[in-house]
């Protein structure tokens, strides 16, 4: 079983829509949790950091994080073609290497 | 301000050649990481280093991969005598401090062993 679960995609939705994306992971040691987009053949660019568990909003976006339940999620508002990327969830010990998911693929019509 | 910036984005080497991939951090940043990315997976730890100090070589293969990051110029990875399984991007990362979530990648290397 992998640290870090994240659904693969791809994900299409409508311009303008609600997008979540999650994550679960199975280490408790995990403290710090990081969203991290990615467009094609570019190098991804953190989004969201996060501590502990509840909400963190950024413009459009909300980090959530459930420690009890080992989930994680972002939530993209009234979303747009340019926020079509793989997003990466990333969790953090507290140690020097993060741990990443696989990362979703999301695809914004417009 | 210019970004962490690798060299070459692509590089395409035959079976047993060696790879040698560059990396030059944000300007006053002095914590380099390496990640590794096969397709349809996520970024695998490689090794973080600081200025000529290698810190967390965890998730390094014990043979034919190494890393260093010297008092002057970019931090290299190398990778010697390549196998096809060696095939992947390889990003570069860099932290102005040791904590890891903040981390500024750049736009990878793409190596093809053939």
């Known amino acids: 079983q992998k640290e870090v679960e994240q659904d693969p995609g791809p994900l299409s939705v409508p311009e303008g829509a609600i997008v979540s994306l999650n994550c679960t992971y199975s280490?408790?040691?995990?403290?710090?949790f990081m969203w991290y987009r990615q467009y094609s053949r570019k190098g991804p660019e953190l989004l969201m950091y996060t501590y502990s568990s509840g909400n963190k909003e950024d413009g459009r976006f909300t980090a959530q994080v459930d420690k009890s339940s080992k989930y994680i999620s972002l939530f993209i508002r009234d979303s747009q073609p340019s926020d079509s990327a793989t997003y990466l969830c990333a969790m953090d010990t507290g140690r020097r290497a993060l741990t990443f998911g696989s990362g979703t693929r999301l695809q914004v019509q417009p | 301000n210019a970004g962490v910036m690798q060299n070459p984005r692509h590089l395409v080497r035959r079976r047993g050649q060696e790879a040698r991939l560059r990396c030059s951090p944000v300007k006053g940043h002095s914590h380099v990481y390496w990640y590794r990315q096969l397709p349809e997976e996520g970024l695998k730890f490689m090794v973080y280093l600081q200025k000529e100090n290698i810190i967390d070589e965890s998730g390094m293969p014990k043979e034919r991969f190494s890393a260093e990051f010297p008092k002057e110029g970019p931090s290299i990875l190398r990778i010697q005598q390549v196998v096809r399984g060696d095939s992947a991007a390889y990003f570069c990362?860099?932290?102005?401090?040791?904590?890891?979530?903040?981390?500024?990648f750049g736009s990878g290397t793409q190596l093809s062993v053939l």
């Open positions: 280490n408790s040691a995990f403290q710090y």
């Open positions: 990362a860099s932290s102005p401090q040791e904590r890891t979530g903040q981390l500024f």
